[in-house]
Nanobody
Framework: VQLVESGGGLVQAGGSLRLSCAAS????????LGWYRQAPGKQRELVAT????????YYADSMKGRFTVSRDNTKNTMYLQMNSLTPEDTAVYYC?????????WGQGTQVTVSS
C-alpha cells in the first residue's frame, strides 16, 4: 500500500484547508485510515481515523468540532477538512493505513498557520 498526502500549505489563522490522502496498491486490504500530525519538537499525535468499510470515525479530543475526516472509496482517497485553524495546528500531517495489523505511512504534507 502506498499513500500520498496533498493539500498542505500556508494559511492564516481562522482559515481552512482540506488535506487528501490517496492510496494505491492493495487498497482492498485496508481496514482503517488515519491522520496524524507532528509539530516541531513534539511527538506525533493522532488527529482522526476512519474505517474504510463502515466509515466509523474517531477524533482526538482537541480536534473535535474543527476537523472532519471522510473517505471516498471509489477514489481510494481520504480527506481531512480543517476549519478555524490556529498557529498551534502547524505541523506535518501524515496519513496511515492499517492493513492486517501493519501500519503504512505516507511522506506527510506541511501545514503552516500564520498568526
Amino acid at each position: 500500500v502506498q499513500l500520498v498526502e496533498s493539500g498542505g500549505g500556508l494559511v492564516q489563522a481562522g482559515g481552512s484547508l482540506r488535506l487528501s490522502c490517496a492510496a494505491s496498491g492493495s487498497t482492498f486490504s485496508i481496514y482503517e485510515l488515519g491522520w496524524y500530525r507532528q509539530a516541531p519538537g513534539k511527538q506525533r499525535e493522532l488527529v482522526a481515523t476512519i474505517t474504510v468499510g463502515s466509515g466509523v470515525t474517531y477524533y482526538a479530543d482537541s480536534m473535535k468540532g474543527r476537523f472532519t475526516v471522510s473517505r471516498d472509496n471509489t477514489k481510494n482517497t481520504m480527506y481531512l477538512q480543517m476549519n478555524s485553524l490556529t498557529p498551534e495546528d502547524t505541523a506535518v500531517y501524515y496519513c496511515n493505513a492499517l492493513v492486517r495489523g501493519y501500519y503504512y505511512w505516507g511522506q506527510g504534507t506541511q501545514v503552516t498557520v500564520s498568526s
